[in-house]
C-alpha cells in the first residue's frame, strides 16, 4: 500500500478592487499563497481565495513581510486617490458656486421685470456664471497635473518599497525549496 504525504493548508479571502487584482495576486503569490479562485464581487472587487502549507518555513517571516506589502499597496492606492481628491473638492464648490451665479443672473432677468439695468445685469451674471462653470473644468485639470507631480515622487518611492518587499518574501520561498 503506497502512503501519501498528507499536508494541511491555512486558508485565506481576500477582498480587493478590480483595478489592484493583478498586483495583489502577485503580492500573495511572493509569500507562499497559492490562489484557488478569483471570483468578482459588488462594486467593482474581486474576492481571492488562498492556500498556503501550514509547516511552511519562514512563516513568522513572510507573515511580517505580508503585512508590509498590503500596508504599502494601501500606500499607493491613497496616494492615487489623493491626486485627484482635493481638485475634485474644489470643483464642486466652485461649480456651485459658478452654478448660483448663473442662477442669481437669470433671477435678477425674471423677477424684475421692465427695467432695463436689472435685465442687463442679469445677462452680464449669467454670462459670468457660464464662463465660471467653463473654467472650472481648466482649474480642476491644472490643479491635478500639479498635484500629481509633487506625488508622483513618492508613489514611485513606495512602489519600489513594495516591489523590495515581495522580493524578499521570494527570496524566503526560494531558501526554503534549496
Known amino acids: 500500500m503506497q502512503e501519501k504525504d ?13 483595478k489592484d487584482q493583478a498586483k495583489a495576486m502577485d503580492m500573495y503569490e511572493a509569500f507562499g499563497w497559492e490562489i484557488t479562485a478569483a471570483n468578482p464581487s459588488a462594486l467593482d472587487n474581486v474576492t481571492l481565495s488562498l492556500k498556503r502549507d501550514r509547516k511552511q518555513r519562514h512563516k513568522q517571516e513572510l507573515v511580517k513581510l505580508e503585512r508590509q506589502a498590503e500596508e504599502a499597496l494601501e500606500t499607493i492606492n491613497g496616494l492615487e486617490r489623493a491626486k485627484t481628491l482635493g481638485a475634485s473638492v474644489f470643483a464642486f464648490i466652485f461649480g456651485c458656486i459658478a452654478t448660483l451665479v448663473l442662477g442669481g443672473g437669470m433671477c435678477l432677468t425674471m423677477l424684475i421685470e421692465g427695467s432695463i439695468a436689472a435685465t442687463a445685469g442679469g445677462i452680464a451674471l449669467g454670462i459670468l456664471g457660464i464662463v465660471l462653470c ?17 506625488l508622483l515622487p513618492v508613489i514611485d518611492q513606495t512602489e519600489e518599497k513594495f516591489a523590495n518587499i515581495l522580493e524578499k518574501g521570494n527570496d524566503l520561498l526560494i531558501a526554503e525549496k534549496i
Open 6 to 18: 498528507f499536508v494541511s493548508y491555512e486558508y485565506k479571502t481576500v477582498s480587493i478592487k478590480a
Open 134 to 150: 467653463g473654467l472650472n473644468y481648466y482649474i480642476y485639470k491644472k490643479s491635478v497635473v500639479r498635484k500629481t507631480r509633487t
